[in-house]
């Protein structure tokens, strides 16, 4: 297996299915399972579930886990990629917009994982959470998330901006980067 797809998955090999966009956005499995088993929840809301690399996780690690995602692909490789993990059970899939569904919906904490802007970002100097991150601003997905929990796990690019994360918080922020051997993939803010 070559090293990339180590970092998708230990069970990449068994099947896992992927496409095309999900090979540069989906967590590495490290990553995924750090941030499930660092906080815990009962219930935990994925908002943009993608091709399920952290619904996974979370579902080894909560009771429930409620994976919405815009796209029916999305959610059907979701599917797929959870029933080979074996706990495919513990998870309601949604297809639909998650800013639509937020009013109807409870959780003890909201992930969020939104789309980036495509490999591009990577090559800005710094990552703008307010006019980079799709499909809205880092504050309105804030603000939509916590009308379902106060308890907020946000997942950015490693080149994201630390005072416009700070900015989102109400009351607290733990802000992390996530090192996979010496390369920083990402950053993670929990907010309470």
């Known amino acids: 297996m070559k090293p990339t797809l180590c970092l998708l998955g230990n069970r990449f090999d068994e099947g896992i299915k992927l496409d095309r966009e999900s090979w540069f956005s989906v967590t590495p499995e490290v990553v995924a399972r750090h941030i499930a088993e660092k906080y815990q929840y009962d219930v935990v809301l994925d908002a943009f579930c993608g091709a399920g690399g952290n619904t996974i996780q979370f579902a080894r690690t909560c009771n429930r886990v409620v994976a919405i995602d815009i796209e029916p692909n999305k959610i059907a490789m979701t599917k797929h990629n959870a029933t080979i993990y074996g706990v495919h059970e513990k998870i309601e899939f949604i297809t639909g917009d998650f800013f639509e569904l937020a009013p109807r919906l409870k959780a003890d904490m909201v992930f969020l994982s ?79």
């Not at 998330?145 to 690019?157: C, Q, Y």
């Open 114 to 192: 939104p789309p980036w802007g495509g490999p591009s970002y990577s090559k800005a100097k710094e990552y703008e959470v307010e006019s980079m991150l799709r499909p809205r601003p880092a504050s309105e997905l804030m603000q939509v998330a916590r009308t379902i929990s106060p308890n907020v796990e946000l997942f950015l690019p490693r080149n994201t901006r630390h005072d416009q994360i700070v900015s989102l918080a109400r009351k607290g922020v733990e802000i992390e980067k996530n090192y996979i051997g010496r390369g920083l993939v990402g950053i993670t803010a929990y907010y309470f």
